[in-house]
Every structure is written in structure tokens, then in C-alpha cells.
Nanobody, 122 residues
């Protein structure tokens, strides 16, 4: 059974940085896509960034050039480096797993973590 456990959320001021981590347990597939999503109160879950097993990455326009997704295969951990944070980045952040090709469409994902809260204040 695939389990995804997020960590690293917290509160930060606008312009600051945070790094989220997602420990991926029980995943045996050689071909995969792992992604980060977020959901603010009253809004739909939206894709933020994803990385596939072939190394391809995909970012939402709203985070392009500010966020960086990476995967440490040895530690089985997915990361999201978030820089130049804005108040509109405030949300619960989730990691999820899917199949290739790289995608940030929520319906394409089958497994989800419990989420970690990110709050950005002005």
C-alpha cells in the first residue's frame, strides 16, 4: 500500500521561503509521477508542481520560477522548495502519486497524503 506523509509546513512572512517534504512509502513502480497540490479554504484543489520518473517537471503558472520540485530517490522523499512566497500561496499542501506522463491534473492522481498547512502573512 502506498503511503505519502507530508511535512515542513508552517507560517512565514511574505517573501520568505519554506521547504516541504513528502516521504513516499510502499511504492514499487519504476514509472511514476509525483506531484504537489494545494487547497485553500473554499477553493478547489489545484496542481502546483509534478515530477515524473523520466525527470520531466511541470509547474503551475502561478508558481513558475518561485517553486522547485525535486525527488531524492535514495531517501524516497519528494521536496517542494518554495521561495518568494506570497499571501495567495496560503493553503493546505498535499503530495500525490500518479503514472506518467507528468501531470498536475488532480483526477490523474490515485494516492494522497494528509497534507501540511502553509500560511503566508503580509
Amino acid at each position: 500500500e502506498v503511503q505519502l506523509v507530508e511535512s515542513g509546513g508552517g507560517s512565514v512572512q511574505s517573501g520568505g521561503s519554506l521547504t516541504l517534504a513528502c516521504l513516499v512509502c510502499g511504492y514499487t513502480e519504476d514509472f511514476y509521477t509525483l506531484g504537489w497540490f494545494r487547497q485553500a479554504p473554499g477553493k478547489a484543489r489545484e496542481g502546483v508542481a509534478a515530477i515524473a520518473s523520466d525527470g520531466k517537471t511541470l509547474y503551475a503558472d502561478s508558481v513558475q520560477a518561485r517553486f522547485t520540485i525535486s525527488l531524492d530517490n535514495a531517501r524516497k522523499t519528494l521536496y517542494l522548495q518554495m521561495d518568494k512566497l506570497k499571501t495567495e500561496d496560503t493553503a493546505m499542501y498535499y503530495c500525490g502519486s500518479s503514472n506518467p506522463p507528468v501531470t498536475i491534473r488532480s483526477p490523474d492522481y490515485g494516492y494522497w497524503g494528509q497534507g501540511t498547512q502553509v500560511t503566508v502573512s503580509s
